[in-house]
């Protein structure tokens, strides 16, 4: 009977025994499988260090940084540094010393002298209570750590960039606290550091005081909070006559207003400069109303305040070494000072006593000494005197000179630059000066004595005889200004024609008399076209925000430049970082109308000597006109003639050429104003290509963070998924069934969340998921996992496809998670049939969830509120962090309706 009993027994343990191998081989090849595609480095070691097992992470990361098999101790392991090897003898003595093991942090060895950062936690491997094998598990934080790097390395400059700025900044929040200033703003307001922790009615107090109208500045606080939306300027004036410009934006954070920035800016300097501008415009003014050549002002102590640069010409010293270095009588002779201080003493005390104009001597800087025709006046409601002063020693020489001979004229109209020339009644040239034959580049010799028609140009022949035959008629002095066309680049004139009369009264010959007033006709004709320069300037700078791209901008910059100068082709071309040129725009018509459209534009720049072009506008800095420009054939493609004309724009970033525009080809000559044109318009053209530029950079940027972002999110939801299968794994080894329900619960919540990242990384938008759809992907795995026969309970779904922000789809998911878990588990025991419906909708701008089940139903004196278990406690808890409603009716099943209005929770 016994010997029976015995093989009964040993029959049962052998049993036992294949049950337990079996359950050991699939754990083990479970482990495996885990083993194997973890991205974590795992390595299990023996008591002595030596190595026993490592995943493939180990076996990669090390093959790539000495390409050999993994030694056989722990400490011949090249991955791991020899520095930081020390931790991880230290975790090995706690485990065995059964102190408290933490985690460390430590870095591993990758190719390329590269390092991984991770996060090394060390547990023993027993078998019956003994430890047998230590496993290592480092986590790859590499990126978590480059993260955190970048976030203190931003909100350094952050903190360096406020403390750089001349102004004072300061930040309030909406309960009125300062969360945020720098140093400049505490100097500025002369406010204790330590008043700024109490609230903002303490620290507008503080201001309040200082201030001119601290009424008005208080009402200013109040309208800004009246409207918080709106941005603020005001002028703050203070008791001591400082001036700051207040500047106030709201401070907004996601799309909601969180408190406000104020900026002061200290303007008392600018006032007293503005102020100052207007003397000197004062000065300005009359210096040029007064005077026509050298002029000078004198400051009451005789001081010299102001030269313009004509009196280098005199004095022989240039400005910089006359103003508030040298007197009046510095310069005078000494005969002549003691009536100079005589003309100022009357002038102070009666202007009409003293003279306006006189004549004296005076020294220049090499000795030489000269006569002076002055024109003095004081300057009104000040003791300065403004002094017009002519160097008439030629003059006078020559008028001595005149006295002598009635062919010393000649000498006076060689001596000055302006035009002088004579004709006969008949229009016969007798006479030009020097200076006229100079600038319209006329042999003097062989124009003397021909017809005025043979020397001016046709189409002004017609208009000048009429002139001059009207002097002859009326006998009297006309004077006029007129266009003329003598020399490469036309010139305006403001032309004195003088009638020279006999004995008789009759006019024998004409004398005229001009002087080259170009520049002041070019500026006239410049400030006439100001309003067409800023339209223009205006259309780059909305094309700037407005094109989609560099070469769109380009295109539009080269077309307002060719219309506002009238050019038939234009090009833009940029320095490239080898220092050649590129072009970025051209006219379509230069490539079409003269057949270039396949031809090798670079040679015919080269034709055109661009390169010589380019340097000569790198030395000036401004535009060049070549209205005479040689035409040139390309491969005779084209029967014209072109560039006809060209004008050359520099485009330059901070001074430093970078560039240049081309335009050709207009139908008159290009001017001065067209020059002047293009000098403003190119600053605005480079302004609005580096804005464009800096836009895609910051575009680029954007899209860089979002990859980023939805990155963080795929291996969260990694993370949270091997959290999971961890917690399976250890489930596994848990005999109490209440303490492995509980584990599967926790896991059951790390995939709900794990899912709703997954939906996240797969969106296009990051922040927001479709949480319709998340419902239908969550409660099918659900249905799957608690019911282990499905063909029971049918799951209907009626969902609207709704996007919800992550902050709110996270709660509501674990909500949703507790909710279907209870209804599969404990709704239909005993094999019994029934229906669970999930519903998810928007009415009246709320959304509506509700989980309903046909079961046993929940007790029916159910109080959510003080209920003891763990699920309803944590719904309950979630039903508060979104600001829910939550209705649980338990007649005929359970229907559990949440309703909640994201708008109001995010705010």
């Not at 300065?384 to 020489?397: G, K, M, P, V, Y």
């Not at 999110?713 to 794994?729: P, Q």
């Not at 409660?779 to 902050?807: A, C, K, M, Y």
Request: hydrophobic share 35%; glycine share 4%.
């Amino acid at each position: 009977m016994n010997d029976n009993n015995n093989g009964w027994n040993d029959q049962n343990r052998m049993k036992i025994l294949k049950n337990e191998i079996s359950n050991l081989k699939k754990e083990i090849a479970f482990k495996d499988e885990i083993f194997g595609i973890t991205p974590n480095y795992i390595l299990i070691i023996g008591l002595d260090g030596e190595i026993l097992e490592v995943n493939s992470s180990v076996k990669n990361l090390n093959y790539r940084v000495d390409d050999a098999e993994i030694p056989a101790q722990l400490s011949q392991l090249n991955i791991i540094p020899s520095n930081e090897f020390y931790k991880y003898t230290q975790s090995i003595d706690s485990i065995f010393n059964n102190k408290i093991n933490e985690p460390f942090e430590s870095f591993l060895l990758g190719n390329g002298g590269g390092i991984r950062y991770v996060k090394v936690d060390l547990s023993p491997v027993k078998a019956e209570d003994e430890i047998i094998a230590i496993s290592i598990l480092a986590r790859d934080i590499t990126d978590l750590k480059l993260m955190e790097d970048s976030l203190q390395e931003s909100l350094a400059i952050q903190e360096a960039t406020l403390e750089s700025v001349s102004n004072g900044i300061v930040v309030v929040n909406n309960h009125k606290k300062v969360i945020c200033y720098n140093h400049k703003f505490l100097k500025m307001w002369n406010i204790p550091e330590e008043l700024l922790e109490s609230d903002e009615n303490h620290v507008l107090n503080h201001i309040s005081t200082s201030l001119e109208d601290p009424v008005e500045f208080q009402s200013i606080i109040k309208n800004i909070y009246q409207h918080p939306l709106e941005n603020s300027t005001h002028i703050l004036r203070f008791k001591d006559g400082r001036v700051y410009k207040a500047y106030s934006q709201p401070h907004i954070t996601d799309h909601t207003i969180t408190g406000r920035v104020w900026s002061f800016h200290d303007i008392t300097h600018l006032k007293q400069t503005k102020k100052s501008l207007k003397e000197s415009v004062a000065y300005y003014k009359t210096i040029f109303e007064h005077s026509g050549t050298a002029t000078l002002i004198i400051e009451e102590d005789n001081t010299i305040s102001l030269v313009n640069s004509e009196s280098e010409k005199i004095l022989g010293y240039p400005p910089y070494e006359v103003m508030g270095k040298k007197t009046w009588l510095d310069f005078v002779v000494p005969e002549c000072q003691e009536q100079m201080r005589e003309y100022r003493e009357l002038r102070y005390k009666n202007s009409k006593l003293a003279p306006d104009n006189y004549e004296f001597r005076l020294v220049d800087k090499e000795g030489e000494v000269k006569d002076i025709m002055a024109n003095i006046c004081i300057i009104p409601g000040t003791k300065r005197i403004l002094a017009s002063i002519l160097d008439i020693t030629e003059r006078n020489e020559v008028l001595e000179k005149i006295t002598d001979s009635e062919n010393k004229y000649r000498t006076l109209a060689e001596a000055v630059e302006d035009f002088i020339f004579m004709f006969d009644k008949n229009e016969r040239l007798e006479y030009i000066n020097e200076y006229a034959a100079r600038k319209w580049k006329l042999n003097r010799q062989e124009v003397m004595g021909k017809p005025r028609s043979e020397i001016f140009p046709p189409e002004e022949n017609e208009l000048q005889s009429k002139y001059i035959q009207r002097v002859v008629a009326i006998k009297k002095t006309l004077r006029g200004e007129n266009l003329v066309t003598m020399c490469p680049d036309s010139m305006w004139l403001d032309t004195a024609l003088i009638p020279l009369k006999n004995n008789g009264d009759d006019v024998e010959k004409v004398l005229c008399v001009a002087r080259d007033i170009t520049e002041r006709k070019e500026y006239e004709l410049l400030l006439g076209r100001q309003n067409e320069i800023h339209k223009s300037m205006g259309t780059i700078l909305t094309e700037a925000i407005l094109s989609e791209t560099e070469e769109e901008l380009s295109q539009t910059c080269l077309t307002v430049c060719q219309d506002i100068t009238g050019s038939e082709f234009g090009f833009i071309c940029e320095k490239d970082e080898y220092g050649s040129f590129q072009t970025r725009a051209i006219s379509e018509d230069l490539l079409t109308k003269h057949n270039l459209l396949n031809t090798d534009f670079y040679p015919l720049l080269r034709k055109l000597n661009i390169k010589i072009i380019w340097e000569e506008l790198k030395t000036n800095k401004k535009p060049l006109i070549y209205n005479h420009f040689s035409p040139l054939k390309v491969n005779s493609l084209s029967e014209d003639k072109f560039p006809k004309n060209i004008l050359m724009a520099p485009l330059l970033k901070n001074g430093e050429f970078m560039g240049l525009i081309g335009l050709c080809n207009k139908k008159t000559n290009y001017d001065f104003s067209d020059s002047k044109a293009m000098e403003s318009i190119s600053t605005t053209i480079v302004e609005a290509l580096l804005r464009k530029r800096a836009e895609e950079k910051l575009k680029k940027a954007l899209h860089d963070k979002e990859m980023l972002v939805r990155e963080i999110h795929h291996r969260t939801k990694n993370n949270l998924m091997i959290m999971a299968s961890l917690l399976n794994l250890t489930s596994a080894d848990i005999e109490d069934e209440k303490a492995r329900e509980i584990f599967h619960q926790i896991q059951t919540r790390a995939k709900s969340m794990a899912l709703i990242h997954e939906k996240l990384y797969q969106s296009t938008n990051s922040k927001e998921i479709n949480f319709g759809e998340y419902i239908r992907h969550l409660s099918r795995d659900l249905f799957h996992t608690f019911l282990r026969e499905p063909g029971r309970v049918q799951l209907v779904l009626g969902l609207e496809d709704l996007n919800l922000d992550i902050d709110t789809a996270i709660p509501l998911g674990l909500i949703l998670n507790e909710l279907l878990t209870n209804s599969m588990k404990y709704a239909f025991p005993e094999e019994s049939y029934g229906t669970i419906t999930v519903k998810f909708y928007k009415k009246d701008e709320k959304y509506v969830m509700k989980v309903n089940d046909d079961g046993i139903g929940l007790p029916s004196d159910l109080d959510v509120d003080k209920t003891d278990t763990l699920g309803l406690q944590l719904i309950k808890n979630l039903i508060g962090q979104i600001d829910a409603e939550i209705k649980i009716q338990v007649d005929h099943g359970t229907q559990v309706t949440i309703k909640f209005s994201e708008n109001d929770y995010l705010s």
